[in-house]
């Protein structure tokens, strides 16, 4: 055999085994300290202690369970503003203005132009009960996050957890599962309603304000519309001087019949584009609670997850999970 081709074998078999996938160490070995080893424990070590200390000292709580308050009396207090926008709508639903120009008249309803806008009104208070049930389970599940049992679990599991992998260099996937699930428990909530109420301030406030008002505004402008034409009721005259020879006031009453008409419908115009203008309003505030109570803090959480699947994957996994 030739020499060379013994000594290529006899290094093959002298190569030094990877143990890149263990973290440098053989598989149920300690492996040596070196600098980067200790450097990996002290970075283990502070992001355990920084864990338990925001699991005790709750510093997101407060601010996360102040911000679920207001956003639960701004879901309220946008809710009565649709109840009493129903109310006015329901009440000029109910008006009739007969007109009865020389002994002859008709009956109309006003309120039929603002039927679609009820239906709307109607679903945007659903709507708005469902977001203040929306506010009431974060604060709930705030405090239910913030108990001592479940700080205390989190304590015993981040102990456990950067234990197990400073000395055998990984922990298994099931403790860095359950490990991951209990900082979902504990932050996910406050960090999502965080998050959210940030976006609400700086691309929502503004414009929940404008629409709220203009909504109330338009609450007071229908009600103001409607009322001359609940009280426009031109009738006939009733003191017998509509006979053969009263010509002069049954004319004097078509006039006034063809004038307070004309009001009439103006009126009805007037209350139309109010009715518009209010739909538009009460579309936009939907968008604003839609987003806040359920698209951003899902989108929040479901990032959370995601870095959490990214952080367990093993080496050869993490490129499949990103």
Known sequence: MPVGTACGRAGSRAEAPDYTATGGRPPGGRGYDGPMDLARRIGLGAAAAAVVAAAWLAPLDAGALAQAEAGLKRALATFATARALNAVISVVKGTEVAVEPVGVGVVFTPGQVLDPLDDLVEQFSSLMLAASVAFGVE???????????????????VLGWAAWTAMRGRAPPWLSRLFFGLLIVRFAVPVAILGSDAAFQVFLA??????????????????????????????????????????????????????????????????????????????NLIVVFVLQTLVMPLLIVWGLLRLGRVLLARPGEAQVAS
């Open 139 to 157: 604060i709930a599940l705030i405090r239910i996050g913030g108990h001592w049992a479940v700080s205390a679990a989190l304590t015993a599991l």
């Open 206 to 283: 503004k414009g929940y304000e404008e629409d709220r008002a203009k909504i109330e505004l338009s609450s007071g402008q229908i009600d103001k519309l409607a009322t001359p034409l609940r009280e426009s009721k031109p009738e006939a005259p009733t003191d017998g001087s509509a006979g053969l020879f009263s010509f002069p006031r049954q004319a004097e009453a078509l006039r006034e019949w063809l004038r307070q008409n004309t009001d009439v419908r103006k009126r009805l115009e007037e209350l139309k584009e109010a009715a518009s203008a209010a739909v538009n309003h009460v579309v």
